[in-house]
T-cell receptor, first 110, second 112 residues
Framework: KNEVEQSPQNLTAQEGEFITINCSYS?????LHWLQQHPGGGIVSLFM???GKKKHGRLIATINIQEKHSSLHITASHPRDSAVYIC????????????FGKGTLLTVNP | NAGVTQTPKFQVLKTGQSMTLQCAQD?????MYWYRQDPGMGLRLIYY???????DKGEVPNGYNVSRLNKREFSLRLESAAPSQTSVYFC???????????FGPGTRLTVL
């Protein structure tokens, strides 16, 4: 079993819909990252969080440490949100051990 | 600021050839990383450098070597390329090992 599992693997939505992508992990972590990879291949870090919730524009990330679960929400989705969203967990404490999920491919249709 | 830059963007090698992938960052970050990304798999760490003068193996280091040339530059060398090393390679950097990482645009490598 992978240490980091994302669901769904693929998600198609209509413009304006509210979107949720889930990430579950099986190890103790010091932080969780959400990344975005556009069709051109570039990777951008969206959030790093260790508790609670963070918001940036239309993106919201939450984490529940006890349940080992995080969600990424996109409000009022737009075709430009189409990308692969990747969850990664740092389970190494002050050392480096970042484990990545396989990603969720989001397609937002106009 | 250019952020994290990688050269080359594309490369085709024959089995057994060697090459070096270059990475540089202008954010004065301490930590740098090399990843590979293969279809159907998540990003996997090849090597990382927590700070200038140190390097450590990641999840898939076999067949690769690295050099942290200075604080700005971190290169990845394939001594004898194999078809299994066909992949997209990403370099990243962060202020410290526990911080948000900034990624380069990637190098698409094909080994025939």
């Amino acid at each position: 079993k992978n240490e980091v599992e994302q669901s769904p693997q693929n998600l198609t939505a209509q413009e304006g819909e509210f979107i949720t992508i889930n990430c579950s992990y099986s190890v103790g972590i010091s932080a969780l990252h959400w990344l975005q990879q556009h069709p051109g291949g570039g990777i951008v870090s969206l959030f790093m969080l260790s508790s609670g919730k963070k918001k940036h524009g239309r993106l919201i990330a939450t984490i529940n440490i006890q349940e080992k679960h995080s969600s990424l929400h996109i409000t009022a989705s737009h075709p430009r949100d189409s990308a692969v969203y990747i969850c990664a967990v740092n389970s190494g404490g002050s050392n480096y051990k970042l484990t990545f999920g396989k990603g969720t491919l989001l397609t937002v249709n106009p | 600021n250019a952020g994290v830059t990688q050269t080359p963007k594309f490369q085709v090698l024959k089995t057994g050839q060697s090459m070096t992938l270059q990475c540089a960052q202008d954010m004065n970050h301490n930590s740098m990383y090399w990843y590979r990304q293969d279809p159907g798999m998540g990003l996997r760490l090849i090597y990382y450098s927590a700070s200038e003068g140190t390097t450590d193996k990641g999840e898939v280091p076999n067949g690769y070597n690295v050099s942290r040339l200075n604080k700005r530059e971190f290169s990845l060398r394939l001594e004898s390329a194999a078809p299994s090393q066909t992949s997209v390679y990403f370099c990243a950097s962060s202020e410290m090992i526990t911080d948000t990482q900034y990624f380069g645009p990637g190098t698409r490598l094909t080994v025939l």
